[in-house]
């Protein structure tokens, strides 16, 4: 197969703390994105959503930069700690591993208590298997929270631009009312009546006005 070194096609990204893997479907030549759970997703069932992604896939394999093949039950963790080839169709495209910083500082506060926690079980029981599968369901349980988080992150900034717009049609609204009023009190002043008959006309309003904002405060305290 023909490789291309160091091609911009297969790029990796995190996202929410998860690694997104971009590529160009070599069919519609689309760009498209792959979220994985890198504790939970296997290369297989990685390379099976691209296949199922772009139906003109017929093959698609991961090799290792030494040219050996990796197996279909890695976990991606694991594969993405290094650089790697993905052949798509017979051509290969090098995918450099994510840079380290890359990860949140919070992703990385989490990894490090996960960490610490395992340990101490481990001095405790003295059972690696026990620790190996304590880490690897904390890292699931931690995978699954930040996907359900995902919609309500989203949906509250979609309310947070939805009140600040309204809040400022609002705005908007109340000083055209207050210049609408200024101008027909003019209006109403110097050309059609006089100050005597207005006077206590601006008064009343003034004195409403005042009392109509005072109730709002009451009611909503703000």
């Known amino acids: 197969f023909s490789f291309l070194p160091a091609s911009p096609e297969v790029t990796i990204n995190y996202r929410h703390s998860l690694p997104v893997i971009t590529l160009t479907l070599p069919t519609r030549s689309e760009r498209c994105q792959f979220t994985v759970k890198p504790t939970?997703?296997?290369?297989?069932?990685?390379?099976?959503?691209?296949?199922?992604?772009d139906k003109g896939i017929e093959k698609a394999e991961v090799f290792a930069t030494d040219g050996s093949k990796v197996s279909d039950a890695t976990l991606?963790?694991?594969?993405?700690?290094?650089?790697f080839k993905l052949v798509i169709n017979n051509t290969a495209y090098?995918?450099?591993s994510p840079v380290k910083d890359k990860l949140s500082s919070e992703r990385a506060t989490e990894m490090e208590d996960i960490k610490s926690l395992v340990h101490r079980l481990f001095v405790a029981l003295h059972l690696e298997d026990h620790q190996i599968k304590?880490?690897?369901e904390l890292l699931q349980k931690l995978d699954y929270?930040?996907?359900?988080?995902?919609?309500l992150?989203?949906?509250k900034a979609?309310?947070?631009?939805?009140?600040?717009?309204?809040?400022s049609r609002l705005l908007w609204v109340g000083l055209a009312l207050m210049s609408t009023q200024g101008g027909a009190l003019a209006w109403l002043t110097?050309?059609?009546y006089s100050w005597d008959i207005m006077e206590p006309v601006t008064y009343f309003i003034t004195y409403g006005s005042a009392m109509a904002f005072y109730a709002y405060f009451v009611l909503t305290k703000q």
Do not use: Y
């Open 190 to 192: 110097w050309w059609v």
């Open 158 to 167: 979609r309310i947070m631009d939805s009140a600040d717009a309204k809040t």
């Open 40 to 53: 939970v997703t296997t290369v297989g069932v990685f390379l099976q959503d691209v296949q199922r992604e």
């Open 134 to 136: 304590k880490e690897r």
């Open 145 to 151: 929270l930040k996907e359900e988080l995902l919609p």
């Open 76 to 83: 991606m963790e694991v594969l993405l700690m290094n650089d």
């Open 153 to 155: 992150e989203q949906m």
């Open 94 to 96: 090098g995918v450099s």
